[in-house]
């Protein structure tokens, strides 16, 4: 047999091997990296890096309407459990006359958004697939919190996850890997692509009363976990959000802004864990609200080009979809940061998707969609943008290019 096609068989049996030592509760540091790499070869192997044609997809683009592509940058929250409607239309983006419902690019699920039931809340994740269907848009990402423990979104539905502090006292490396690949299939199975999960903060006394069992504990338990973590999911196609770059302190986000007062050096040294974990390809990272004063001091991460772009993007080289922290927090708007402002800064730092806890965006993508229209520069960066949006989904077989000459 040759080499190329004996690779799968010999990439597969090694992953497999490696979960054999599941029963082992203490292994060596040697074998805990076999099993992160046999995983991450497996994930290259049954997910492929494709080569989307880019030519074609930026051709798309060019030729989308602004206000569609504008609805593309956003994740909201959803109203109901039982039917999916859209309650604004693009006229109420642009101040034109158009009716046409707006779909937003993703849609984040809360606990009173599910059903008693897997079968009525994949049954309410239909109305949105056939909804979206019916308008002619891009089909969304349909997200939830699912860390474990006291954020157990779907806990009725898929059963006790423990917290993540929980994970690292008590599974191994493999343990934990086949702990969250079930989670990722029930998740599926009721119709998910996407976790924003997991923590990738490192526990300290600084932030240990706001993340509670969130976090997966020292630096090194947060890299092998966190990778662990996500290659799991997302070898069984359930999308990763690590969260929250660069971290936060004891104070909660959603009332106050964190501030992270740290010497440059002992903060990036808190921060090996993201980079470590963005090496695996999670399909997004989501920044934090919290401000640091060793950089860019008075702007929160989630608004700063230096944590978005110059670290994030080119430092660590992080190509998947950057994602703000709910632009509607405390944080924000009590310290100059109103939602309508927010929202545009975001994209400016190089945000690609802008989160949002309320059932409406129109009025902030209107500010986004004005500014376009009189910023060349600034219509590139959404551009820029929506592709990441667009190449993750065409990945996770939620949108397929139109054909040549075929309309949208």
Not at 60 to 82: S, T, V
Not at 148 to 169: C, F, H, I, M, Y
Not at 360 to 383: C, N, P, T, V
Request: charged share 25%; hydrophobic share 35%; glycine share 6%.
């Amino acid at each position: 047999m040759k080499l190329a096609q004996s690779l799968p068989l010999i990439i597969l049996s090694v992953f497999l091997i490696s979960c054999t030592s599941k029963a082992e509760k203490l292994q060596s540091k040697k074998e805990k990296l076999t099993h992160q790499n046999a995983a991450a070869l497996y994930k290259d192997y049954v997910f492929p890096k494709t080569k989307t044609n880019q030519l074609a997809l930026e051709k798309y683009i060019k030729e989308l309407p602004l206000e569609r592509k504008i609805a593309q940058l956003f994740i909201e929250n959803l109203e109901g459990n039982k039917t999916f409607r859209s309650y604004e239309t693009f006229g109420d983006m642009t101040g034109k006359t158009d009716h046409t419902p707006i779909i937003a690019g993703g849609y984040l699920f809360f606990s009173y958004n599910l059903s008693d039931t897997v079968e009525e809340t994949a049954s309410y994740i239909e109305t949105i697939r056939s909804y979206t269907e019916k308008n002619r848009q891009i089909q969304p990402f349909l997200a939830i919190d699912q860390e474990g423990g006291w954020v157990n979104r779907l806990k009725k539905l898929t059963g006790k996850l423990p917290s993540q502090e929980d994970v690292a006292k008590n599974y191994d490396i493999p343990g934990s890997y086949d702990l969250y690949s079930i989670q990722a299939e029930k998740m599926a199975q009721i119709g998910f692509n996407m976790n924003l999960a997991p923590v990738i903060e490192v526990c300290t006394d600084d932030n240990r009363d706001f993340l509670d069992g969130r976090s997966f504990g020292d630096s090194a338990q947060t890299s092998s976990y966190g990778i662990a973590c996500v290659n799991a999911y997302e070898n069984k196609g359930i999308a990763t959000v690590i969260k929250h770059f660069p971290g936060n302190t004891n104070t909660d986000p959603h009332t106050g802004l964190p501030e992270i007062t740290l010497p440059k050096d002992q903060l990036e040294k808190l921060l090996e864990p993201f980079y470590d974990v963005c090496s695996h390809a999670p399909a997004g990272v989501l920044m934090s609200h919290a401000r640091t004063s060793a950089l860019d001091a008075n702007t929160p991460a989630c608004l700063s080009k230096v944590w978005v772009s110059d670290i994030l993007r080119d430092r660590y080289s992080y190509q998947g979809i950057i994602f703000s922290d709910d632009i509607f927090m405390g944080a924000l708007a009590s310290n100059g940061f109103p939602p309508e402002k927010a929202a545009v800064l975001a994209i400016e730092a190089g945000v690609d998707c802008i989160m949002t806890s309320e059932k409406r965006f129109a009025k902030q993508a209107r500010l986004l969609y004005q500014k376009a229209l009189e910023d060349s520069a600034f219509e590139k960066r959404i551009d820029q943008s929506l592709k990441r949006i667009l190449e993750y989904k065409i990945k996770a077989g939620l949108f397929q290019l139109p054909a040549e000459g075929e309309a949208d």
